[in-house]
């Protein structure tokens, strides 16, 4: 595989930020886009005197050409709760109109296409753990509906492009993921815990903390998905840590690691929270010989550095 020109939605995005670290280093050119609703340009100045690293501000919604290119990674979305409950119908546009622009981009240039899909499109499952033949268990009017349906949308126009028009379509159902520069305030259970240890504040749990969920390093995710990419799998594919932890062992294992004396407050478990979340991935094992390798220990510790600075600068903030 040569030097490529790949153009990666949602640039300014934690996960998406990473990905474009990984095609550089590759030696591709990569050219960012992001309306940065939710996206930090923080997350790329490391890029700004990188030759071979472009951006442009932009709303995928609408009609844009950025150029020919060889691949596209659509990675635009609000993607935490509270970014999708707070943008509802900017979640549905992205998943939606966003997904056909970028489509109809990838078959003007022959290009390949990437998707970041998600766990969320099997809901509250009814089976476990979860394979990619599962079609899920979803409330498709509850409140987050507008992200679970913008989802499995975007994964039916995907399988329709590749069907009809050969492009050359790849899925990735992401699970839960977690490292450095993951919003610090967007209400996802690493973030919070982390940052309320860090602060001394009692670590909220919603529910009796029972509930279980997979929890992937950015690194491990990054390399899955940068696999599937270069493979000839059309399907949607599974990429996430299968180690379960329930919410009250990682809320313990986030006090270890902090060394916070911090309280445990239960709340109320929200409308539609899944009871439990792990990847099947015996496909990304087997066609793409794909597993992760970071495990909740070391990843937390591996994401200190990062919620510490997230903490200080709460405070230089405050302070000013």
């Given at each position: ?6 153009v990666?939605t949602?640039a300014?995005g ?25 996206g ?11 030759p ?9 919604c609408?009609?844009?050409d ?10 635009a979305?609000?993607a935490s ?5 707070r943008l509802?119908?900017?979640t ?5 109109a ?5 489509l109809?981009l ?6 390949g296409?990437?998707h ?10 009814l089976?476990h753990?979860q394979?990619e ?6 409330n498709?009017?509850?409140p987050?509906?507008v992200?679970d349906?913008?989802k ?15 492009v050359?379509t790849h ?8 490292g ?10 690493i973030?919070?815990?982390m940052m309320?240890?860090?602060?001394g ?5 919603y529910?009796d903390g029972s509930q279980?969920?997979s ?6 995710l ?5 696999k599937l990419?270069w ?22 294992e986030?006090l270890?690691?902090?060394g ?7 709340q ?17 094992r087997?066609?793409l ?11 937390l ?6 919620f510490?600075?997230?903490?200080e ?6 302070s000013?």
């Open positions: 595989m040569g030097k490529r020109r790949i990666v949602g300014a934690f996960l998406a930020s990473h990905l474009c670290d990984v095609l550089l280093s590759e030696g591709h050119d990569v050219h960012g886009i992001d309306n940065l609703a939710t930090k340009m923080a997350n790329l100045a490391h890029l700004a005197s990188e071979r690293f472009s951006f442009a501000e932009q709303d995928i609408q009609s844009f950025p150029g020919p290119f060889d691949y596209i990674f659509n990675m979305s609000p709760p509270a970014d999708y409950m509802g119908i900017e549905l546009q992205v998943g939606s966003g997904t056909l622009n970028t109809e990838a078959k003007k240039y022959k290009a296409y990437l970041a899909s998600t766990s969320e499109c099997y809901g509250d499952p089976v753990p394979v033949t599962y079609w899920g268990n979803v498709p009017i509850g987050r509906s992200y349906e913008a499995r949308f975007s994964e039916a126009a995907i399988a329709a492009y590749q069907r009809y028009h050969g050359n899925m990735v159902r992401i699970f839960n993921t977690y450095p520069r993951l919003q610090a305030n967007d209400g996802r259970v973030s919070n815990f309320q240890a860090l602060r504040e009692p670590l909220t749990i529910g279980t969920r929890f992937c390093y950015v690194s491990d990054i390399d899955g998905i940068v990419a493979s000839d799998e059309h399907l949607p594919t599974n990429i996430g840590n299968p180690v379960e932890w329930t919410i009250l062992e990682c809320a313990k986030v270890a690691i902090t916070s004396k911090s309280d445990i407050s239960f109320p478990l929200p409308q539609d929270d899944p009871k439990q979340r792990r990847p099947d991935i015996t496909k990304a087997t066609l010989g794909w597993e992760p390798k970071v495990m909740l220990h070391e990843g510790g591996l994401s200190l550095t990062y510490k600075s997230c903490v600068a709460e405070k230089s903030a405050a000013i």
